[in-house]
């Protein structure tokens, strides 16, 4: 069976150290794949490569709307080109773009979804987007926020809110669908991961899937980086791959911006136990 296995996250999720472990478990190589391997292998349903057939000008120069439009196409046509599971990277909600879905289910094997707690998300995406973290905080409770790729590369993507986007994807229990705490990846990489594998039916070797976790860990993807640079590392930011760890918000962030965030967020942090 062919089809999109969306690996799905509001962005600083951790969505490319698992993109970079389904990648490495799927070519199954003795040498972990570089990082534009990766990037090629899992690229996101926004990539104009998916949309520049469907249209006769520039991607980036077409409407919100006419995007909006051709993002199912783009999704049957990436689908079309492969015998096999695709693994797709997208930051969008779940849901609907002035009418017309964002994410195609007729053409959907499974989706991998990454939650990771609000707090170390705005440290992270402050980092990434060159912003002050009270204004992440603010693009983090913005409903309705659309994001535009920096090089041109990408088209739009309707990200909403930390909240809605958690929401749109985990609400409803599907099986298949698998969704995941960062923080519980970062606690147990390989039972976390071995689970993903063997849900979607990608690999069900012990040996194997613990090469590929050793092959895709956050300290050989920082080598990586250093060595190869990395092209989704933003302007803004010195490194892609900053720390991976949980928990840092409680060094960084003042008494003022945890309580923003808390409110803004409750009812979603309560059902994945970060409050």
């Not at 520039?58 to 409407?63: H, L, Y």
């Not at 009418?99 to 705005?122: F, L, Q, S």
């Not at 099986?175 to 689970?195: C, G, I, M, Q, T």
Request: glycine content about 6%; aromatic content about 10%.
């Amino acid at each position: 069976m062919n089809g999109i296995l969306w690996l799905a996250s509001y962005p600083k999720s951790g969505n490319t150290w698992a993109r970079a472990f389904i990648a490495n478990l799927i070519h199954g190589k003795d040498q972990p794949l570089s990082l534009d391997d990766i990037n090629e292998f899992t690229a996101g349903a926004s990539n104009i490569k998916w949309f520049e057939h469907l249209v006769d000008k520039p991607v980036d120069e077409i409407s919100t709307w006419t995007q909006a439009k051709l993002r199912v196409k783009a999704q049957k046509y990436a689908v079309s080109l492969n015998k096999n599971v695709i693994p797709m990277k997208t930051h969008s909600m779940l849901g609907t773009d002035q009418g017309h879905e964002m994410i195609c289910m007729d053409v959907t094997y499974g989706a991998i979804y990454i939650v990771r707690d609000p707090r170390d998300v705005a440290i992270s995406g402050a980092d990434h987007y060159g912003k002050t973290i009270d204004e992440m905080i603010g693009i983090m409770n913005t409903p309705g926020l659309r994001t535009f790729s920096i090089n041109k590369t990408q088209i739009n993507e309707v990200q909403s809110t930390w909240s809605i986007n958690v929401k749109s994807w985990t609400q409803l229990p599907n099986p298949r669908l698998h969704v995941v705490r960062y923080e519980d990846l970062l606690a147990d990489p390989f039972k976390e991961f071995s689970v993903m594998a063997r849900k979607f039916g990608i690999a069900h070797d012990e040996a194997q899937i613990r090469r590929a976790v050793e092959m895709s860990s956050f300290k050989l993807l920082q080598k990586l980086e250093k060595e190869q640079g990395f092209a989704e590392r933003s302007p803004f930011s010195k490194t892609f791959f900053r720390q991976g760890k949980s928990g840092g918000w409680k060094d960084v962030l003042t008494p003022q911006q945890v309580t923003q965030i808390e409110k803004d967020h409750s009812e979603q942090m309560r059902r994945f136990g970060y409050l």
